[in-house]
T-cell receptor, first 115, second 113 residues
Framework: NAGVTQTPKFRVLKTGQSMTLLCAQD?????MYWYRQDPGMGLRLIHY???????AKGEVPDGYNVSRLKKQNFLLGLESAAPSQTSVYFC??????????????FGPGTRLTVL | QQQVKQSPQSLIVQKGGISIINCAYE??????FPWYQQFPGKGPALLIA?????SEKKEGRFTISFNKSAKQFSLHIMDSQPGDSATYFC????????????FGTGTRLQVTL
């Protein structure tokens, strides 16, 4: 099992360019999440999904869009990148069920720089 | 609005010493409190977690202490080792919210020889 994988690992964009980050998980998890990690700010939830075809906004959704067309994939899009979106982006997934306290499994991250 | 406050921002401990990281939360609806460990260049990974029906949980050298009335919880690392050097995040979640986590700002722990 590969767990949670993210593509690409690194990317440099110019202001105004667009790009898509891909997250894939092979654990058959229902829930998937996108976070950004910035120094001194911890991890902040951008968007999340509770199942195929569904998405919802997190704490910092502005400037990002997401899609979950397949259960195993969760895409994060930046339509017009801004320097404020320079960050490390993490994808995570978790199962549904139990008592609602399910471990989140994180990918290795994507380091994005917007010039 | 920072719903989970974490301190200190960084911590240096000698090998064999005790590392203590503290977190405080505001939302009394939180009912699940995990700690995640992150090594440089890697994603966070669950270390240990607690629910508020107990005041302490221990797994090996790692212990969570929980004070519901004070809305505080802490991570204690006993006999700290250089391999424990990492960034630690506390987090909080509540039932029925798709396991969404609200993270603290992180503590960078360095264990020296």
């Amino acid at each position: 099992n590969a767990g949670v994988t993210q593509t690409p690992k690194f990317r440099v964009l110019k202001t105004g360019q667009s790009m898509t980050l891909l997250c894939a998980q092979d654990m058959n998890h229902e829930y998937m999440y996108w976070y950004r990690q910035d120094p001194g700010m911890g991890l902040r939830l951008i968007h999340y999904s509770v199942g195929e075809g569904t998405t919802a906004k997190g704490e910092v959704p502005d400037g990002y869009n997401v899609s979950r067309l397949k259960k195993q994939n969760f895409l994060l899009g930046l339509e017009s990148a801004a320097p404020s979106q320079t960050s490390v982006y993490f994808c995570a997934s978790s199962s549904r069920g139990g008592q609602g306290y399910n471990e989140q499994f994180f990918g290795p991250g994507t380091r994005l720089t917007v010039l | 609005q920072q719903q989970v406050k974490q301190s200190p921002q960084s911590l240096i401990v000698q090998k064999g010493g005790i590392s203590i990281i503290n977190c405080a939360y505001e939302n009394t609806a939180f009912d699940y409190f995990p700690w995640y460990q992150q090594f440089p260049g890697k994603g966070p990974a669950l270390l240990i977690a607690i629910r508020p029906d107990v005041s302490e949980k221990k797994e090996g050298r790692f212990t969570i202490s929980f004070n519901k009335s004070a809305k505080q919880f802490s991570l204690h690392i006993m006999d700290s080792q250089p391999g424990d050097s990492a960034t630690y995040f506390c987090a909080a979640s509540m039932k029925g919210t798709a396991s969404k986590l609200t993270f603290g700002t992180g503590t960078r722990l360095q264990v020296t020889l």
